[in-house]
């Protein structure tokens, strides 16, 4: 931003394309994050026709979070624009603590969404075993497989020990 502030749908626009333009000059990175040091003032809007859209366009393939500011204001707006939307974004504070804004995993998907918050990555090998134990290896897939395709989590493919593969 060029300044302090940042509103309205028109503006939220045209920063969409400078954001994605960013996104492409790094094509091996999964991890975005939205610095809102310095930023006082956004509306709605701003966010949803900006980096909410983006990270909606991208949910499952890569993640966005939210950092720089504790401004309650700032944060409840791009909370209702992340609800509108139906696009979840982690909000890291300065302590390193994270919390969610826009809409919460339901009841049956939360256990596995805060372990994988909590451990950083996790398999589903890794959430069928103890201390974990969230169920079959395919019930406990299909959670981690919801996660990804709402935009909660980023699935990656790796080899498995087994000689398969992994997510």
Request: charged share 25%; proline share 5%; net charge negative.
């Amino acid at each position: 931003l060029e300044r302090s502030d940042a509103w309205g749908r028109e503006e939220g626009r045209d920063v969409y394309p400078k954001l994605l333009k960013a996104l492409e000059q790094a094509p091996g990175a999964v991890l975005f994050r939205i610095d809102l040091t310095g930023v006082s003032r956004l509306d709605a809007s701003f966010p949803r026709e900006s980096f909410v859209a983006l990270a909606k366009r991208y949910a499952g393939e890569k993640a966005f979070a939210i950092c720089g500011s504790s401004n309650t204001d700032l944060l409840e707006n791009i909370d209702a624009a992340a609800q509108k939307s139906d696009m979840p974004i982690v909000v890291w504070d300065a302590q390193g603590s994270w919390s969610l804004i826009g809409p919460a995993p339901s009841p049956g998907l939360k256990p596995a969404f805060d372990i994988a918050m909590a451990e950083g990555e996790v398999t589903t090998a890794m959430l069928i075993k103890a201390p974990h134990e969230l169920g079959a290896a395919n019930n406990v897939s299909n959670k981690l497989k919801q996660l990804t395709e709402a935009g909660y989590l980023v699935r990656r493919e790796d080899s498995s020990v087994s000689g398969g593969k992994e997510y």
